[in-house]
């Protein structure tokens, strides 16, 4: 159907992550933080049906996933479901463009140094929207363009197709060719990867097949919510049972590359900006990741000089004195709102402590 062709290139067109279509409705699109309505008219039950049949849901399903691709190539992740009898579905744009990690503003240095790893587990963890698999694309483009590796995807939805240049790609979606994360991450270790990149940890089973995974020689690149590194360490350890913490917890602190937490804020001189914090494991953060994380991860990002850690609110600071973010944003994005104020005026920790004390 022409209709719904043109709103999918629409959606692309204006640079939307997602298209929203309900019976009678205006349909309207994602734009990092923000929904827009597409000035085409209502999405009509014909055209619903239509994308219902193209999915090859049944006429009266309530709620069915499939992928979706127009006549001009263009590919989405498809959720269809009923809202008070009527159609309705969220058509995510699934892309073969990949942006550069210097594009988004990541640590370009640290996040090389950590893929170039044979072996081990790379976090990067964040909030729902905040470009968690964006970051991890872009890294494995990376290494498409410099290493030869074969690199397996288990993911839920596919989010970026990869075409291969150096690197050999195996591509699987959750429930399309795998029943499950920590089965599709099960089956991938038989199947000669050299780097496993596992779209989110869930649960126990899968975080602990990630672990064995990254100790048997593999590199693991997978991503958690959460609001900060301290925090993804102390959910992985809080994620296996009172009998199995403490293997769990000793493999993590043995297998752990690092973290990279991230989130967007709007900007100056661009929509959104990407602000991060990240440590890499070192001998003095494996005792604290063994304990679950605590004030000590966090105290010892604030404080180091190296360039491998770095807290978000130095990394908040550093934007704002470069201009790419207002301090309201930044100070609207900051973990404590006090402390990003005293480093903004150039007052350490340490040394407000000390004044404390």
Known sequence: MEALESLCESCLQAGGSDLF????????????????????????????????????????????????????????????????????????????????????????????????????????????????????????????????????????????????????????????????FAEGLRRALRQSPDIILLGEIRDAVSANTALQAAETGHLVITSLHSSSATEAVERLHRIFTPEEREDASSLLAAQLIGVLTQQLVPGLKKSLFLVAEYFENQAATRQWIRRGGGTELADFMQNSQSEENQSMTNSLVQALREGHVSMEHALAAAPVADEFRRAAMGISSAAFQREQD
């Open 21 to 180: 279509l309900r019976e009678g409705a205006t349909p309207f699109i994602r734009l990092g933080d923000q929904l827009l309505g597409l000035e085409t008219g209502q999405a009509t039950e014909e055209l619903l049906k239509h994308l219902w049949s193209a999915c090859g849901a049944k006429p009266d399903a309530t709620d069915h996933d499939a992928s979706f691709v127009t006549r001009s190539g263009l590919r989405f992740r498809v959720n269809l479901y009923r809202q008070l009898g009527l159609r309705g579905a969220v058509l995510r744009s699934i892309k073969t463009q990949i942006p550069s990690m210097e594009q988004l503003g990541l640590p370009v240095a640290v996040f090389q140094k950590w893929l170039s790893r044979s072996s081990g587990l790379i976090l990067v963890t964040g909030s729902t929207g905040s470009g968690k698999s964006t970051t991890m694309a872009a890294g494995l483009e990376w290494l498409n363009q410099t290493a030869t590796r074969h690199i397996i995807t288990i993911e839920d939805p596919v989010e970026y197709l990869f075409q291969d240049h150096l690197c050999r790609f195996t591509q699987r979606e959750v429930g399309a060719d795998t029943p499950s």
